[in-house]
C-alpha cells in the first residue's frame, strides 16, 4: 500500500529512515575514531614517524574495499553489504580501544578500513537508487545525518577525554547502543531497482560498460571535495593556534563549527535542489567554499579565521552528496557500480589533502597553502554542469522505478 503521496509506499519510507540511522551511526563511529588518535597513539605506544602509516591504511584499504564492494553487489544486494559491514565497523572500533599490542590495533584498523569502504559504497548505492525511487532529491539529507553522528560521536569523545576514561569504556556504550539498533533497523533496508530481477541482471550486466571518462569529471570533484574537508579536520586547530594566534581553547572551535555548518547545509539543502536544481547549489556551494578558503588565507585574528571555517562547512557540505546524486543519474543502468568507482575518490581526496597542505605550509606558508585547496575546489566551478546530466532540473532521475526490493529479511512494513 501506499502512504497517500505520489506513489511513495511505506516500505520506501521506513527503508529511508532506517538508511538515514545507517549514516547517523557511521558518522559517530567515525568521528569516535579519528577525534581520539592521539589517545590511541598513547595507548599502543605508536610513534610520530610510524603514525601516518597506520592513518594512511585505513583509506586505502576502504578504497580498495570499494573496489571488491563493485564487484561484489553483482551477486549480492547493497543492502545485505550495509547489513553485515556496519556490525564490522562498530566492532573495530571496540577492537582499536580494547588491545594493548602494535599488532592488535593493526588488525582492528584493517578491519575498520576494509568495512568502512563497503560500508560506505552501499549506503550511498541505497541512498541514490532511494532517491531514484522517491524522483526527487532526499540525498542531502543521509548525510545531514552523517553530519549529525559526527557531532554526536566527537561529543562523546570529548566526554570521554574529559573524564579520562580509556578509550575501550569510551567506545563500549555508543557500540553496545548503535550496533543493535542497526542490526533491526537493517530489516527495512530497500533496495530500490530499476525494475524487476530481469531488468536487475541488465542492469548488472551494464556495469562494466561505465565510460570512465564520463565519470572522471564527477571523481575529480569528489578529490578535491575531500581535500577541502580533510584540510578542515587536520589543519584548522594548528591553523588557528600558529598562524591566527589563537588560544589552545579556542583553536578546537574551528571543527566543531564546521561540522555544525555542514548538519545546516545538509539539512535544507535537498529543498534548495528542488526548486533550483542540483547544478545551482553546487555552484553557490563551490563559490561559499571557496570563498571560506580565501577567508581563512587571509585573516587577521582568529575569530575572522572561525568565519572561514564556518563558510567553508555551510559551502562543501552540498557537494559529495550530489556528486553521488550525479553519478546515479549518469548511469541510472548502473548506479551501484558508479558509486563504488566514485567512492574511491573519497579516500583519495582525504589521503592527499593533509600530506598536501603540511608540505605546502612547511615549504611556503600555511596561508599560502590554504590558496591550493581553495583554486581546486573552484575546478568544480567548470563541471558543474555534469550535475545535470542524465535526469531532471530537480535530481528526481528519470523516471519512478517500476519495483523496489526490500531487504531479504525485511517486511517491508
Known amino acids: 500500500m501506499t502512504d497517500g503521496n505520489a506513489g511513495i509506499t511505506s516500505a520506501m519510507r521506513w527503508g529511508r529512515r532506517t538508511l538515514g540511522f545507517s549514516f547517523f551511526a557511521q558518522g559517530a563511529a567515525f568521528a569516535l575514531l579519528v577525534t581520539r588518535i592521539p589517545a590511541i597513539q598513547d595507548q599502543y605506544g605508536i610513534s610520530d614517524g610510524l603514525l601516518p602509516v597506520f592513518l594512511a591504511a585505513v583509506p586505502i584499504l576502504a578504497g580498495v574495499s570499494s573496489v571488491c564492494t563493485e564487484q561484489l553487489v553483482k551477486r549480492v544486494r547493497p543492502s545485505r553489504m550495509l547489513r553485515w559491514a556496519q556490525p564490522v565497523v562498530l566492532l573495530a572500533l571496540l577492537g582499536v ?67 579520562d576514561l580509556t578509550l575501550f569504556m569510551s567506545y563500549l556504550p555508543v557500540a553496545a547502543v548503535l550496533l543493535p539498533l542497526c542490526l533491526i533497523g537493517s530489516r527495512w533496508y530497500v533496495d530500490a531497482r530499476d525494475g524487476g530481477a530481469a531488468e536487475v541482471e541488465v542492469e548488472q550486466g551494464q556495469a562494466g560498460g561505465i565510460v570512465f571518462k564520463m565519470l572522471l569529471p564527477l571523481c575529480l570533484v569528489m578529490a578535491f571535495a575531500y581535500i577541502g574537508d580533510s584540510t578542515v579536520s587536520n589543519w584548522s586547530a594548528k591553523y588557528l593556534q600558529d598562524v591566527l594566534g589563537s588560544s589552545e581553547q579556542l583553536s578546537t572551535v574551528p571543527y566543531n563549527v564546521y561540522m555544525v555548518m555542514t548538519l545546516v547545509g545538509r539539512a535544507v539543502g535537498d529543498v534548495g535542489v528542488r526548486r533550483f536544481g542540483p547544478v545551482a547549489v553546487v555552484r553557490v556551494g563551490t563559490v561559499i567554499a571557496a570563498g571560506g578558503f580565501g577567508v581563512v588565507a587571509v585573516a587577521p585574528g582568529a575569530w575572522v579565521g572561525m568565519l572561514g571555517f564556518t563558510l567553508l562547512g555551510l559551502g562543501l557540505c552540498v557537494i559529495v552528496p550530489q556528486t553521488f546524486a550525479a553519478a546515479g543519474r549518469l548511469f541510472p543502468g548502473a548506479s551501484d557500480a558508479a558509486v563504488a568507482r566514485l567512492n574511491i575518490f573519497n579516500y583519495v581526496g582525504f589521503l592527499v589533502g ?60
Open 354 to 413: 593533509s600530506p598536501l597542505v603540511g608540505a605546502l605550509g612547511d615549504a611556503w606558508s600555511y596561508r599560502g597553502a590554504m590558496l591550493v585547496p581553495m583554486a581546486l575546489v573552484l575546478v568544480t566551478l567548470v563541471y558543474a554542469p555534469s550535475f545535470g546530466k542524465g535526469g531532471d532540473r530537480y535530481g528526481g532521475g528519470h523516471e519512478r522505478p517500476r519495483a523496489v526490493d526490500v531487504g531479504p529479511s525485511g517486511s517491508g512494513v
Open 97 to 163: 580501544g580494547a588491545g594493548d599490542t602494535m599488532v592488535e590495533v593493526a588488525v582492528a584498523l584493517g578491519a575498520f578500513g576494509l568495512a568502512v569502504g563497503a560500508l560506505d559504497a552501499s549506503m550511498n548505492m541505497l541512498g541514490v537508487s532511494l532517491q531514484r525511487a522517491y524522483g526527487r532529491s532526499i540525498m542531502l539529507g543521509f548525510h545531514a545525518a552523517y553530519s549529525l553522528g559526527g557531532i554526536v560521536g566527537a561529543s562523546v569523545a570529548w566526554a570521554g577525554a574529559h573524564w
